[in-house]
């Protein structure tokens, strides 16, 4: 820090987040968040100054903490309502902390809100944490009631961590990804819109229509050059980002839990911490955002991001709910000599499960399906020499069901109205102790009486009708709380199981996001498995979310979905991109397709800790001639290039594929899997960063190739 101008410089990884604490104490900003800089250039910084005229003045979009009151009129991060139905603060910075570990540093700046005696009972520190092995820099807020016993309640509007400034540029652009069930992370760009944009999900979970992180650039920035600033939300449940595009040409973002009207109620002495938000900064476009994500979501998200996810084989779309034991074992067999390492029963093993109207909430093996129960099974599936996965969806409740019978009243509802069931199914309120408990109950013993492995943990509704009948101003806090429940069961969960594994799904990929990648191991990215659909659905998940944790079967042709026919090669290729599953009915397959299943799933484990642990670089675009994604992973001196074509090869040539991300000075030896690398290419890195290499793919629709590279 420079005492002199008030200046703070948090070095995060590669980058530098620079803020200046004003001399009245009013306003903290950020005056630089890109390339390191020293404290002593930091010093010198200058920063824009605020409009002086009687329309144009304040802050809009510059502070780290906007709050409601004084001359702002940008997106607050914090909003109260007092006692007496006002809702202004007044900002005053009263210290701050800094600590430095040996793997990074922490900011506390504390304030207060410094408005008249007897109103001022709040009392705000906002948080920051950088890392030397990450570019990421996090943030959050912890928001006190000071009033002391007696004293009156406060209502909190809107507590986000902070806001994350931009410099000015012309021409921001917003990229962002929307979706639908089966059509996740479609990304998209476009300019950003004076006002104010706002992504949400009013569901009570993340949702598959959007995913909360933005990336903002000057309009100027492509997959590999190019400035570009990055914030995501670490929360589970509804929640809101607005980007805010001043007339004055300032962007700020501010994003946190919660929709409009979900409000958090302070009693005296109580305090509430916000979601964290995370922000990068890359200056190596989109592709260096997301490889950042990656890094930071591997090593400081994830509870066991160093290690190598297995190949699984899940039974969904083989049986739907046509689940057997002598169904199970036939397969589990069949996916064993393929060389799968997990085994995934999914939906229909429990309850009266015979379709999807009757038996979630009777968490017990279906007695005519598993009469002995899911011991048997699970031994077998450990005896062939694999870990054993079970589906549940812990959350939900068919009303045909005796949990249902018995507790109707632990259901999100509203006792005057009807309940809106989707799939048969109504929601349980997780912010309940009593069904807190009960869900950690049947989990911790099926796990433990199964030797469960792994579990696939679903959540196939959105909230309707949640707001509870309090009275109170919190009524639909159970939009945030309910996430908050459910992560507490998860983490409950893990550490009475430590080696348990656990995949995030909603209906696919509607729940995905920083905070359940904190407690899961991978997520269901879609339940969309055609390939070619795959490479657009993985593309926009990839913005953020690492190929470690990103689930992808290899299933039939024609698909169940689309219709669509793929090779086989083609839907392994897609898959191998990922964590590599088969999902496919394993009974039907030829014997030639299950030889050529087990070779591909062997080469997926030669290559698997590039995939999942290397760098990754997307190469081409979705809609383009072909699309290719290459991972480097440095240290091993290994790469590999997936490469897909969709539609047949036309007149034009396809243009060399320039490989990023190698050692440039270095000889690499390119060769397919199966080849010996003796008799591989030898190729300098340098000619295949500036010269690139020959992408052609056979004649013909959906080709594609794995191709590995070794350094010399
Ligand atoms: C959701 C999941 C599917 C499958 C079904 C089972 O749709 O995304 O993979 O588990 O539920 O009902």
Not at 158 to 165: D, E, F, I, L, V
Not at 372 to 398: K, Q
Not at 684 to 709: K, M, W
């Amino acid at each position: 820090m420079d005492q002199a101008t008030g200046t703070v410089v948090l070095q995060a990884g590669r980058t530098s987040y620079v803020l200046r604490l004003d001399g009245t104490g009013s306003t903290v900003r950020q005056i630089h968040w890109g390339p390191a800089l020293s404290v002593a250039e930091a010093a010198t910084l200058v920063e824009p100054e605020d409009g002086r005229d009687s329309f144009d003045g304040g802050t809009d979009a510059r502070e780290e903490m906007p709050v409601e009151g004084g001359l702002r009129y940008g997106v607050p991060a914090l909003e109260v309502r007092h006692p007496d139905g006002t809702s202004s603060l007044e900002p005053l910075l009263t210290g701050h902390g800094i600590q430095h570990g040996p793997d990074g540093s922490r900011l506390v700046l504390h304030f207060v809100d410094a408005g008249p005696e007897g109103t001022r009972d709040l009392a705000w520190d906002l948080h920051y944490r950088v890392r030397r092995d990450s570019d990421v820099v996090e943030r959050w807020a912890v928001v006190r009631n000071t009033a002391a016993g007696g004293g009156r309640p406060l209502t909190l509007l809107r507590h986000a961590g902070g806001q994350w400034t931009l410099p000015t540029r012309a021409g921001y652009r917003l990229s962002s990804v929307h979706g639908a069930w089966s059509e996740e992370f479609q990304l998209a760009g476009q300019p950003l819109a004076y006002g104010e944009t706002t992504l949400t999900s009013r569901r009570g979970h993340t949702g598959h229509q959007s995913n909360p992180w933005v990336m903002l650039d000057a309009g100027d920035a492509t997959e590999d050059h190019g400035e570009v600033w990055s914030v995501a939300l670490a929360a589970g449940g509804s929640w809101r980002t607005t980007v805010l595009r001043t007339p004055a040409g300032h962007c700020g973002v501010v994003s946190g839990a919660g929709h409009e009207g979900v409000e958090a109620v302070l009693e005296p002495g109580e305090e509430l911490t916000t979601a964290v938000t995370a922000g990068v900064w890359s200056g190596t476009g989109f592709g260096g955002a997301s490889r950042a994500w990656h890094t930071y979501v591997r090593r400081h998200v994830l509870p066991a991001g160093g290690e190598l996810r297995p190949v699984l084989y899940n039974s969904w779309e083989a049986t739907t709910f046509d689940v057997t034991e002598a169904g199970q074992r036939e397969l589990a067999d069949r996916a064993a000599a393929l060389g799968v390492e997990l085994f995934v029963v999914d939906d229909g093993w429990f309850g009266r499960r015979d379709d999807d109207r009757a038996g979630l909430g009777d968490w017990h093996p279906h007695p005519g399906r598993f009469p002995d129960g899911l011991r048997p099974l699970a031994d077998h599936v450990h005896g062939l020499g694999m870990a054993f996965g079970l589906w549940v969806e812990p959350e939900m409740v068919n009303p045909d069901s005796d949990l249902f019978r018995a507790h109707p009243d632990w259901v999100l509802h509203h006792p005057d109205r009807r309940p809106s069931p989707q799939r048969h199914q109504l929601v349980l309120d997780f912010s309940r102790p009593e069904v807190a408990e009960w869900a950690f109950g049947w989990l911790d013993r099926t796990v433990r009486d199964n030797g469960v492995d792994f579990l696939k943990w679903d959540f196939n509704r959105s909230f309707s009708e949640a707001a509870r009948r309090t009275g109170g101003t919190a009524a639909r806090a159970v939009h945030t709380e309910h996430a908050a429940g459910f992560h507490r069961v998860l983490d409950r969960l893990r550490a009475a199981h430590p080696r348990l594994r656990v995949e995030s799904c909603a209906g696919g990929g509607g729940r995905v996001d920083l905070a359940v990648l904190a407690r899961t191991d991978q997520v269901w990215t879609s339940d969309n498995t055609d390939a070619v659909d795959r490479l657009t659905i993985q593309h926009g998940a990839s913005q953020l979310y690492p190929a470690s944790v990103l689930g992808a079967w290899v299933t039939d042709s024609p698909n169940p979905l689309t219709g669509r026919r793929v090779p086989l090669r083609f839907r392994f290729h897609a898959a191998m991109a990922g964590v590599l599953g088969i999902g496919g009915d394993l009974t039907s397959w030829t014997a030639e397709e299950l030889a050529e299943a087990a070779a591909l799933v062997g080469v997926y484990k030669d290559v698997r800790p590039v995939v999942q642990h290397g760098e990754q670089y997307r190469l081409g675009s979705p809609g383009g001639h072909g699309r290719a994604v290459l991972h480097v992973h440095e240290a091993a001196g290994e790469a590999v290039l997936l490469q897909w074509r969709v539609g047949g090869r036309g007149r034009r040539a396809a243009e060399p594929l320039r490989l990023p991300g190698l050692v440039e000075d270095a000889d690499y030896r390119v060769f397919e899997p199966g080849e010996p690398p003796e008799a591989a290419r030898v190729v300098p890195g340098r000619v295949l960063a500036v010269h690139g290499l020959a992408a052609e793919l056979p004649q013909g629709e959906y080709r594609s190739r794995l191709l590995r590279l070794r350094r010399l």
